[in-house]
T-cell receptor, first 112, second 120 residues
Framework: GEDVEQSLFLSVREGDSSVINCTYTDSSSTYLYWYKQEPGAGLQLLTYIFSNMDMKQDQRLTVLLNKKDKHLSLRIADTQTGDSAIYFCAEKKDTGRRALTFGSGTRLQVQP | EADIYQTPRYLVIGTGKKITLECSQTMGHDKMYWYQQDPGMELHLIHYSYGVNSTEKGDLSSESTVSRIRTEHFPLTLESARPSHTSQYLC???????????????????FGPGTRLTVL
């Protein structure tokens, strides 16, 4: 299977919370990232979490990591229309000097 | 936050032309990367560099080549563009982020805005 998997699409109403999920397969992954990509733009780093942490909160963003299940989630509180974008989960493996491995991205659509 | 620039943002070119996509970063990062991304799809690493005169191929086979003569500059070249090269090309650079407690480092990548290449 793929190294990093995400659901393709999520639609929420403005003001609701959004939860974007990601699963990964490599237990040697030490760092996990969330990136945001708006149409026609590059990737913007939102947040990252070390693999020995369970949770990280940064303003409206909360990252939860279940290392046992290899499951990562990004919760966006009070979702706004400006949050509409594609969100990529990525892992950094602790083997060798390699770049990040990305999921296929989750398209978040926020309806007013 | 890293400053990383890519030019051109958009390029439409005919088959057989030689093209160079530019990428520059002003943060002194040693590591730089090129990813290829089809619209709405995942990123695939095609080249990376860990410093001057160090370049390696990534996970996805690519007919492009790269060079790293200066720390801040990591251009990607296609000697003879083909329609199959149509894609978005994203450049990234990274720094080590040292944890404030418990040690450990994260390799956090910052991305440029991308170059959307169309080969007719």
């Amino acid at each position: 299977g793929e190294d990093v998997e995400q659901s393709l699409f999520l639609s929420v109403r403005e003001g609701d919370s959004s939860v974007i999920n990601c699963t990964y397969t490599d237990s040697s992954s030490t760092y996990l990232y969330w990136y945001k990509q708006e149409p026609g733009a590059g990737l913007q780093l939102l947040t990252y979490i070390f693999s020995n942490m369970d949770m990280k909160q940064d303003q409206r963003l909360t990252v939860l990591l279940n290392k046992k299940d290899k499951h990562l989630s990004l919760r966006i509180a009070d979702t706004q229309t400006g949050d509409s974008a594609i969100y990529f989960c990525a892992e950094k493996k602790d083997t060798g000097r390699r770049a990040l491995t990305f999921g296929s991205g989750t398209r978040l659509q926020v309806q007013p | 936050e890293a400053d990383i620039y890519q030019t051109p943002r958009y390029l439409v070119i005919g088959t057989g032309k030689k093209i160079t996509l530019e990428c520059s970063q002003t943060m002194g990062h040693d590591k730089m990367y090129w990813y290829q991304q089809d619209p709405g799809m995942e990123l695939h690493l095609i080249h990376y560099s860990y410093g001057v005169n160090s370049t390696e191929k990534g996970d996805l086979s690519s007919e492009s080549t790269v060079s790293r003569i200066r720390t801040e500059h990591f251009p990607l070249t296609l000697e003879s563009a083909r329609p199959s090269h149509t894609s978005q090309y994203l450049c990234a650079s990274s720094e080590w982020v040292v944890r404030t407690s418990g040690g450990g480092k994260a390799d956090t990548q910052y991305f440029g805005p991308g170059t959307r290449l169309t080969v007719l």
